[in-house]
């Protein structure tokens, strides 16, 4: 057997027992949204996230003007769509956001910050398989020039101001029952009868 033979017959054979073993180690864990990313898992995430830019806009730039009124809008925006998971200051520390597989990154930090802003339209617009990201917009120029805006609050997220969450916080979504509690406490700021404590889940 030449040389050349038995090293792609060991590559063969160790790429078989990777495979094994990665099968096995499946079997007896599982496999659990609750367990870290592993470096594959990383990287393959990484590859599909620059996947989901198409290469016409990769090197795009940002056409929609920021000004207040714009992020203002992004905002507004992204307390009723985005927040839930990445949340309002964009930390992505939420029960959604942290339950996630891979978890929703913290978009202040650099991982996020240094994508091109094509790359960030290009992922909001588009989504990312095989994690929490969905595909947001119907593509029209409305919804397209609110994702762009989308792009200049992700990049004042490091620079999120205590007032800024705030307002975003009394736009974000609520639940029935936070509805129902908001409105016995009005009606007993009015005069009403002492609002029952909400139930504890």
Known sequence: MTRLCRGVLAVAT??????AGGVAWILIHGVSARDRPTAVEVVGARVLRGLATPRRLR??????????EALARARAHFADHC????????????????NLYPK???MRLAATQA????????IIRNGVRLTGMPAWGDGSPESDRQ?????????????????????????????PAEIEEARRIEDFLRGGTAPAAAPHH
């Open 14 to 19: 160790l790429g078989l027992l990777a495979v």
């Open 104 to 106: 929703a990154p913290d």
């Open 59 to 68: 090197g795009a730039a940002n056409p929609a003007p920021v000004s207040p």
């Open 83 to 98: 927040a839930v998971c990445h949340g309002n200051d964009g930390a992505g520390q939420t029960a959604l956001g942290q």
């Open 115 to 122: 994508l091109r802003d094509g790359e960030l339209f290009a």
């Open 147 to 175: 994702t762009w805006e989308l792009v200049h609050l992700i990049r004042h997220l490091p620079r999120l101001t205590p007032e800024e969450v705030e307002e975003m916080e009394g736009l974000n979504p609520k639940s």
